[in-house]
């Protein structure tokens, strides 16, 4: 099974500033890799799939880097609605796995 | 607008049964795979069962394997958990979610809460 592991556990940050998360593979999952974004009391939200694309209707200021073991979520100016829990998740191998999460609140 | 819809979580004692159900709307259902993914309080994500298209193919988790079944009814647009001998650690919220064609999850349910207690 392919651990994911996810730094920072949080991120304090104040409203326009850059929040760069990383997620990083125990074997390589090539480009296989997603970033999810869940608000308190709601479902996930598909943020960015294959490491880099955008899905549909998300902001210009996510945007997602990288390849093989190490993965990187950049918010590039955070939004007030972008505080938020993040998690990222591999489909190369099954089964599916997830990381711990990084949450991302206000500081 | 794509809306799934969990219903049946509850509180059970350890060692009982529940079954889940999901209603899909906004989408050809029959289209899609389906899987059940779980959150327990405090916790990560967890890949729970998956089930093709058609219905076909079934996958579970290793925690799972044999005390649930995934399955779906097209016709009703509805998919299903059937979960049996249950612990304490099967205590998550559950969330069904449309495995898009990009190979990730694309649409999810708010989830439905299994308590698992005596």
């Known amino acids: 099974e392919i651990v994911l592991t996810q730094s920072p556990a949080t991120l304090s940050l104040s409203p326009g500033e850059r929040a760069t998360l990383s997620c990083r593979a125990s074997?390589?999952?090539?480009?296989?890799l997603a970033w999810y974004q869940q608000k308190p009391g709601q479902a996930p939200r598909l943020l960015i799939y294959?490491?880099?694309n955008r899905a549909t209707g998300i902001p210009a200021r996510f945007s997602g880097s990288g390849s093989g073991t190490d993965f990187t979520l950049t918010i590039s100016s955070l939004e007030p609605e972008d505080f938020a829990v993040y998690y990222c998740q591999q489909r190369s191998n099954w089964p599916l796995t997830f990381g711990p999460g990084t949450k991302v609140d206000i500081e | 607008e794509v809306q799934l819809v969990e219903s049946g979580g509850g509180l059970v004692q350890p060692g009982g049964s529940l079954r889940l159900s999901c209603a899909a709307s906004?989408?050809?259902?029959?289209?899609?795979?389906m899987h059940w993914v779980r959150q327990a309080p405090g916790k990560e994500l967890e890949y729970v069962s998956a089930?093709?298209?058609?219905?076909?193919?079934?996958y579970y988790a290793n925690s799972v394997k044999g005390r649930f079944t995934i399955s779906r009814d097209n016709s009703k647009n509805t998919l299903y958990l059937q979960m049996g001998s249950l612990r304490a650690e099967d205590m998550a919220v559950y969330h069904c979610?449309?495995?898009?064609?990009?190979?990730?999850?694309?649409?999810w349910g708010q989830g439905t809460l299994v308590t698992v207690s005596s």
């Open positions: 294959d490491a880099s």
């Open positions: 074997q390589s999952v090539s480009s296989y």
């Open positions: 906004g989408f050809t259902f029959s289209s899609y795979a």
């Open positions: 089930i093709s298209s058609n219905g076909d193919s079934t």
């Open positions: 979610a449309r495995w898009g064609s990009g190979g990730y999850y694309d649409y």
